[in-house]
């Protein structure tokens, strides 16, 4: 399938920090993509360059054909792609349906004034947005929670209140920034399943991951990131056996006597 | 089914309320009384302009009362300068007006940080109050406008007590539903969304600085209005009434009843303004029983009194658990 976003050349630098060097990635509409890297590789960085929240220090970003280099994260999230935090950012004083509704913002046709005279489109549109919202949490598996207020939820859940809410908009791209955090293994295989299911109802994924296993049984491709500079990017085999990665994680040989 | 019974039993004795409500001003002829009831209704209407932008979206509004100014005197201005300019040109233009400033002002402070958004609010509030008090050959001064006229609508003149109960209630009416509708919107939840979280609000493509600019218009509009009303009652504007410690009680207003609790903005009304009523020496030290008020709130029911873990819950959760027992 072609490709969607296009990351050239991107570089990104905090006041003389070279955060991100030189990156050149493309994703294709039907992948699940992975990133790695160790803690402080530029990973989260990456995701924000590409979302519109920093803008690059250099480089361009074309996503859906579109240039999106100096665009807001509104008009990144206009175009089709969604995305989770590394510390979870639900709404915390709304209930989740109302979470998951806010996802679906951009795809309210509802002007003011069908608000305001509670026009039949108005009621018609919000009856389907609730609806289109219970199904999500459904498939989620935390529709018994819709009328919880979110920050009172267990953080798994919380977790899950947030992809309800990417999947929400619709996105042809999803960015999911370590979503197993602070998961058991037993959450974090029923959210590779989640995973699995989502790319198969149509949008691409690019995943944040520390945990190898997710990475390596999910994604199509892997992307190595360390010290902001892209080291690789192959399928998981490869990933696994390449030198630079395995100097990267753990170290060169003679480095140190615990090394294999 | 048993707690469908229970909401349709809420919704008659809301109804009736409202009904009975009504036939206050055939029943009660006390002047002052009306005229304290009249001012709660009025009053409501600002607390639930104040509750759109503290309560739902989050940002700390302390000029609320030169909202009301501007559309206090936007209607005394034309209809005592402009002898034949229709009532309701003029009231929906106060609206209109009120709202063209407060989104202008939203417009301005679109990277304005938090806390600096607040102290700006003091300052439109008192460059307000200074312009009114000063600029007197539009404003008249310290002097005000006099004879400002009262509601004429489709030629019914609403020049009494009584009368103007009734365009006083209809009016808090329309303006309760009308933002009741705005919050159940998705206008209403990308405001929720804004003072939750505003970097995730834009990630799920809200335009933060525009939405915050239309939650200060939408709530002006409301805060014009209810100045115009205010001042077609009094029929005289005076610029004293447009100050900064107006502003902090229509705040305390809202957020005694509970931010966020539609209700609960005729409920602070109500007490912030019947309470003094009562007692003169609550009259006399209202500004310390207030501050008092806060404090013990913020203690024990910290979202107002219709808040979350509110009185209105609390009492709800003994009732339950009484019954429970039995």
């Not at chain 1, 590409?50 to 579109?66: H, R």
């Not at chain 1, 602070?182 to 989640?194: A, F, K, R, S």
């Not at chain 2, 607390?47 to 009362?65: E, K, M, P, T, Y």
Request: charged share 15%; glycine share 8%; aromatic share 10%.
């Amino acid at each position: 399938m072609s490709e969607i976003l296009c990351i050239k050349n991107v570089s990104k630098s905090f006041s003389g920090l070279k955060a991100l060097s030189d990156i050149n990635l493309s994703i294709n509409g039907d992948e699940i993509f992975g990133i790695i890297g160790p803690n402080g590789a530029g990973k989260t960085t990456l995701f924000n360059v590409i979302t519109g929240f920093d803008k690059p220090s250099a480089g361009t970003i074309t996503l859906f054909g579109q240039d999106m280099t100096n665009k807001i994260t509104t008009e990144y999230c206009l175009s089709g792609i969604a995305r989770t935090f590394q510390n979870i950012r639900v709404f915390g004083e709304m209930s989740v349906l109302k979470n998951t509704m806010v996802g679906m913002h951009k795809n309210m046709r509802s002007n003011l004034s069908d608000i305001l005279l509670c026009t039949r489109k108005n009621r018609i549109e919000e009856k389907a947005a609730v609806e289109n919202a219970m199904e999500i949490l459904n498939f989620l598996g935390i529709a018994g929670d819709a009328g919880t207020i979110s920050s009172s939820l267990p953080y798994g859940k919380q977790r899950k209140v947030e992809i309800a809410r990417a999947l929400a908009s619709s996105p042809k791209l999803i960015l999911l920034d370590e979503p197993t955090a602070g998961m058991n293994p037993q959450e974090t295989e029923d959210l590779m399943e989640l995973v699995a299911q989502i790319r198969k109802l149509g949008p691409a994924v690019i995943v944040i991951e520390h945990n190898i296993k997710f990475m390596m049984s999910l994604s199509n491709r892997v992307a190595v990131l360390n010290f902001g500079k892209l080291l690789a990017v192959d399928t998981p085999e490869n990933i696994q056996k390449n030198p630079e990665v395995i100097e990267a994680y753990l170290g060169k040989e003679g480095d140190s006597d615990d090394v294999a | 089914m048993k707690s469908d019974n229970k909401a349709d039993m809420k919704k008659l004795a809301l109804f009736a309320f409202l009904v009975l409500f009504l036939a206050i001003p055939q029943v009660v002829h006390n002047t002052y009384m009306l005229k304290v009831i009249i001012n709660v209704m009025l009053y409501s209407i600002i607390a639930l302009s104040v509750n759109l932008i503290v309560g739902f979206c989050g940002l700390l509004d302390f000029g609320r009362s030169a909202f009301a100014g501007l559309g206090t005197y936007f209607l005394a201005i034309t209809l005592t300068r402009y002898g034949n300019f229709p009532f309701f040109l003029a009231f929906f233009g106060a609206g209109l007006f009120s709202a063209s400033v407060g989104w202008l002002l939203g417009m301005l402070c679109q990277k304005t940080a938090f806390d600096y958004l607040t102290l700006i609010t003091l300052g439109v509030n008192e460059i307000v109050r200074v312009i009114l008090l000063n600029w007197q050959s539009a404003t008249g001064g310290a002097i005000g406008i006099m004879g400002v006229p009262s509601p004429n609508l489709f030629g019914f003149h609403f020049d009494t007590h009584r009368r103007f109960f009734y365009f006083a209630y209809a009016l808090l009416a329309i303006c309760y539903i009308l933002i009741r509708r705005l919050t159940r919107s998705h206008y209403g939840r990308a405001f929720e969304a804004i003072r939750d979280d505003a970097i995730a609000a834009s990630y799920s493509a809200i335009n933060v600085p525009k939405y915050k600019a239309l939650c200060f218009s939408f709530a002006s509009f409301f805060t014009g209005i209810a100045g115009a009303a205010m001042v077609s009652y009094t029929n005289y504007a005076s610029p004293y009434n447009f100050t900064i410690d107006e502003s902090l009680i229509m705040m305390q207003m809202a957020i005694l009843g509970g931010l966020g609790s539609l209700p609960g903005c005729i409920l602070g009304a109500a007490i912030l303004i019947i309470a003094p009523e009562i007692s003169r020496t609550i009259y006399d030290y209202r500004l310390l029983v207030m501050g008092i008020l806060m404090v013990i709130l913020m203690v024990f029911a910290p979202n107002g009194i219709l808040g979350k873990n509110g009185v209105g819950e609390r009492m709800v959760d003994i009732v339950r658990i009484r019954r429970a027992e039995k």
